[in-house]
């Protein structure tokens, strides 16, 4: 029993130390004849997605200093560009049965969500909040954020209840009729 336990362990140890070898050796060049060309149009994007980009748009101050710039106009536009960690990524909106506006990338995985209070940008390829506790200059001076669904709730000064004021004169009470005995 002990020599097969021994014997395990050590076909264990020998594959662990093979595979880290394995994985510090550099990758053998293929022959020049199989080679291919890389594509110019390759070489570019890679280029173009190292360059860093100059933001543009309206700035929004996030938690823990991160900060977004949002550009395009919320109430009118089908795709705003957020500009996130040195990348601007193209973000189409998003039909939400919440009342929120969204505005989410398939292939980047990049999900804007934002409320009149807040926004916040969710990764979920990754599965992890990004940024929360975004705010434009407006929105840090009391104001709401400049959203779509917000746009088409009522102002908050005028109640949704409540029945309107009549002006007309109300009837007077009916006389109180004692009963006979």
């Not at 039909?95 to 990338?105: E, H, L, Q, W």
């Not at 309107?164 to 009837?171: L, V």
């Amino acid at each position: 029993m002990k020599k097969i336990v021994l014997a395990s362990l050590l076909g264990a140890l020998s594959l662990t130390v093979a595979s880290t070898a394995m994985a510090q050796e550099p990758a053998k060049k293929k022959p020049a004849a199989t080679k291919k060309a890389p594509a110019k149009s390759s070489k570019k994007a890679t280029t173009a997605a190292a360059a860093p980009v100059t933001p543009s748009g309206e700035k929004w101050q996030c938690e823990l200093g991160n900060v977004i710039y949002i550009n395009g106009n919320m109430l009118r536009d089908e795709v705003l560009t957020v500009h996130w960690q040195g990348r601007d990524y193209r973000l189409p909106r998003q039909s939400t049965v919440t009342g929120a506006d969204r505005y989410f990338d398939q292939q980047s995985g990049l999900d804007l969500v934002v409320i009149p209070s807040k926004a916040m940008l969710f990764n979920k390829n990754m599965g992890q909040r990004l940024a929360d506790e975004c705010q434009s200059a407006d929105m840090l001076a009391g104001g709401s954020a400049p959203t779509q669904a917000g746009a088409l709730r009522a102002p908050v000064a005028t109640p949704l209840l409540v029945a309107p004021a009549t002006t007309e004169a109300q009837p007077a009470p009916a006389a109180q009729v004692t009963p006979k005995q």
